[in-house]
T-cell receptor, first 112, second 115 residues
C-alpha cells in the first residue's frame, strides 16, 4: 500500500486567517488524491478530488473558494482553508488512490 | 447516487463474543467494497476489500466479510473479538473498475469491547 503523510498534524489559528495543509504520497506517484473532513464521532465526508496538473473536483456543497486545493506534483497536494471560521474546525484527511485508497493520519484544525 | 448504510451506530460486546457489523449499499452498477478501521487516535486503515471473485473476503486481524449481491450487503464478521478491536469501523464503496474514483463512506459503527 501507499504511505501518506500530512503536515501539520494539528493546527490552531485565529478566525479570519488562512491555513495550509499538506498531503504527501511518500512512495507512490499519485495523479489523484482525495480530501475528506471528519467531524467528531462522525464519518468521513468527501470534500474534493485533487487532480495533478488540473483543477480539483469539488463535491456538492463544498465552497471551492474557501477550500483551495492545489496538486502541483505527483506527490503533493495542498488544501488551504481561507478565512477560517470556528465552524471550519474539523479533522481533515487526505488519501491516495492506488488499487484502493490509503489514508493520511489527518490534520486537526481548531479555529478560535 | 451511491450511498452506504451502517445500521449499528454503537456495538458493545464482551471479549470472545462473535461480531457482525451490517453494511448495505445502494448503487446501480458494479462496485468495489471496503471495510476500514480507525483505532482511537489513529488514522484509517484498510481491513479488507472486495473487487471480484470469491464473495467471502478475508482481511487482517481475523476479520472477514461476505458480499451478498442480492441483498446489496457486505457485512463484517469476526468469530471472537478482543479488547484491542475497540475502534470505529467504516464500510465504504466505490465504482468497480476505477480505483481512482471517490469512495463513499458509511456513517461508521463504534465497537466497544469489555475486557
Amino acid at each position: 500500500g501507499a504511505v501518506v503523510s500530512q503536515h501539520p498534524s494539528w493546527v490552531i489559528c485565529k478566525s479570519g486567517t488562512s491555513v495550509k495543509i499538506e498531503c504527501r504520497s511518500l512512495d507512490f506517484q499519485a495523479t489523484t488524491m482525495f480530501w475528506y473532513r471528519q467531524f467528531p464521532k462522525q464519518s468521513l465526508m468527501l470534500m474534493a478530488t485533487s487532480n495533478e496538473g488540473s483543477k480539483a473536483t469539488y463535491e456538492q456543497g463544498v465552497e471551492k473558494d474557501k477550500f483551495l486545493i492545489n496538486h502541483a506534483s505527483l506527490t503533493l497536494s495542498t488544501l488551504t482553508v481561507t478565512s477560517a471560521h470556528p465552524e471550519d474546525s474539523s479533522f481533515y484527511i487526505c488519501s491516495v488512490s492506488t488499487d484502493t485508497q490509503y489514508f493520511g493520519p489527518g490534520t486537526r484544525l481548531t479555529v478560535l | 447516487a451511491q450511498s452506504v448504510s451502517q445500521h449499528n451506530h454503537h456495538v458493545i460486546l464482551s471479549e470472545a463474543a462473535s461480531l457482525e457489523l451490517g453494511c448495505n449499499y445502494s448503487y446501480g452498477g458494479t462496485v468495489n467494497l471496503f471495510w476500514y478501521v480507525q483505532y482511537p487516535g489513529q488514522h484509517l486503515q484498510l481491513l479488507l476489500k472486495y473487487f471480484s471473485g470469491d464473495p467471502l473476503v478475508k482481511g487482517i486481524k481475523g476479520f472477514e466479510a461476505e458480499f451478498i449481491k442480492s441483498k446489496f450487503s457486505f457485512n463484517l464478521r469476526k468469530p471472537s473479538v478482543q479488547w484491542s478491536d475497540t475502534a470505529e469501523y467504516f464500510c465504504a464503496v466505490n465504482s468497480w473498475g476505477s480505483s481512482a474514483s471517490k469512495i463513499i463512506f458509511g456513517s461508521g459503527t463504534r465497537l466497544s469491547i469489555r475486557p
